[in-house]
């Protein structure tokens, strides 16, 4: 910390500059403040024989938070008649699976109030019985 010297009315007067401290403890701060997160684990089944779409399972973001997607996993019972979409945000996949999937998204980060939802549908005559899951993280 640098300090500096002014004379008024014959007095020395000292005035430390605070720059320094100042930055210094910016910095400290940023880096410490702690982050609460929040578990999220998101579980649903269908049962059923649907050709429509079923929203199976949703998370949606909290608007205060930010979240982190870890998995999406999916498991049915007979995978013929099955078809399945993900929603993440305005992203959308359908597709087709011949065995249970987990399919890993890392840390994938999803801004507040972003929506993630799992749907599934059958051919229309065969019943099925789909579960899926999401897993993920809210920081606050």
Known sequence: MQQTEQQQNGARRVIPCYDELITFLKSWFAKSAPVFQKPILEVNRYSG???QW??????VVDPTAEGKLKE????CDNYTPLYIRVDIGSF??????QTALTIPYGDLK???GIPVIVSCHSDGATA????ASIVGIEEL
């Open 72 to 75: 999406i996993s999916l498991v």
């Open 49 to 51: 024989n649907s050709a």
């Open 128 to 131: 099925i019985i789909f579960d």
């Open 110 to 112: 999803l801004m507040p």
């Open 54 to 59: 079923q929203k199976v399972v949703t998370w």
């Open 92 to 97: 959308r996949r359908d597709f087709q699976v």
